[in-house]
């Protein structure tokens, strides 16, 4: 048997995987915790898929964790540090908690299972997004894999073929801090909407809005995909969330499209301002529409392959797939149940 772990930035997870590669149990930690959205590592999922499953230590022959800490630890403070003194604060909080990171798995993993630490694998987070969408193919051969998400422990976005499971080359991936995630997000959170959770409204939103509304046209012009260089290109002017603790867009953002929304006031359709914050949510979905299937076009062009996995946070935008599913070279998509790093 093996055991997967996601924790510590999303939501957590555990999984119990059997020597065939097949799903036999699996289990969010906040579904035993009770805490929405816990990201704590998942000492009771393990329990529960111990329990449930009558396991003893020794019948896990790996446990797989599905990022780098040390790579996921040290790429954001880089990025941070090329932008001092404004980033000071994110720095000096992730110095001083650096023991609530991933760094520590192989400790909170001896803590609850002596033993079990000494079988502890780390897998890099984008090919850990490829391997969970590539066991719900029904071939495992010849496919192209795109993860986009907001950051793994090295990229934000990539292109992989998979030849077969054992042969999987990444091809080409975006660089922190440009991300089309965190680009979703940082919109989510002008909107008043809960980051990591409140995605889900600004798609459901972007269908009131205008796409030809000057607003929607500058959110939209905030990320774009550079045709001649093959790669996403992002005006960090405009977003915060590679140098600030607290705030995910910056105050150049605010000059643009107006003052944020209050969460707290209700959003309905016959608020005056509702087609304003519509027309803003409009102009990020077209963005990471265009994007995404600018991306796969490229990953055509680079695999020649017509059957594509899909995978990462940003493959439960929904409102995306049917643009790319109706792009002339796509045969199919897979996408993961939960796509996100809880799945992974």
């Not at 998942?42 to 329990?51: A, G, M, V």
Request: glycine content about 6%; hydrophobic content about 40%.
């Amino acid at each position: 048997m093996y055991l997967g772990i996601s924790a510590y930035n999303h939501q957590s997870a555990a999984a119990l995987i059997n020597e065939e590669g097949e799903l036999i149990n699996y289990y969010r930690e906040e579904q035993l915790s009770r805490i929405k959205g816990d990201n704590s590592f998942p000492k009771n999922s393990i329990k529960k898929l111990f329990e449930t499953n009558s396991l003893k230590i020794d019948d896990i022959k790996n446990v797989i964790f599905y990022e780098k800490p040390l790579s996921a630890y040290l790429n954001p403070l880089k990025v941070a540090a090329k932008n001092l003194p404004e980033s000071l604060n994110l720095i000096s909080h992730q110095l001083k908690n650096f023991k609530k990171t991933s760094l520590f798995c192989f400790v909170d993993l001896a803590k609850a299972y002596p033993g079990l630490e000494q079988k502890l694998l780390y897998i890099d987070h984008h090919l850990s997004h490829t391997l969970s969408a590539l066991a719900y193919s029904e071939s495992f051969k010849n496919i192209c894999s795109v993860v986009a998400d907001g950051f793994g422990d090295r990229s934000t976005t990539s292109i992989s073929f998979v030849n077969n499971p054992n042969e999987i080359k990444e091809l080409w991936s975006c660089d922190y801090p440009f991300s089309l995630g965190l680009f979703y997000s940082a919109i989510t959170d002008f909107l008043g909407f809960q980051v990591n959770e409140g995605e889900f409204k600004v798609m459901g939103l972007s269908s009131y809005g205008n796409p030809e509304s000057e607003v929607a046209k500058n959110v939209f012009n905030l990320i774009k995909w550079n045709n001649k260089e093959s790669k996403i290109i992002q005006d960090m002017k405009y977003f915060s969330y590679h140098i600030s603790l607290k705030n995910s867009f910056s105050d150049e953002l605010v000059s643009l499209l107006g003052e944020p929304r209050n969460p707290f006031v209700p959003l309905l359709p016959e608020n005056k301002d509702f087609q304003y914050y519509a027309d803003i949510a409009k102009g990020a979905q077209l963005a990471v529409t265009e994007i995404l299937s600018q991306i796969f076009k490229y990953a055509y062009l680079v695999t020649g392959s017509k059957r594509f996995l899909f995978s990462g946070g940003v493959a439960m935008n929904s409102a995306s797939l049917d643009n790319i599913a109706s792009l002339p070279f796509v045969d199919q998509i897979i996408i993961p149940p939960s796509p996100g790093d809880a799945g992974s």
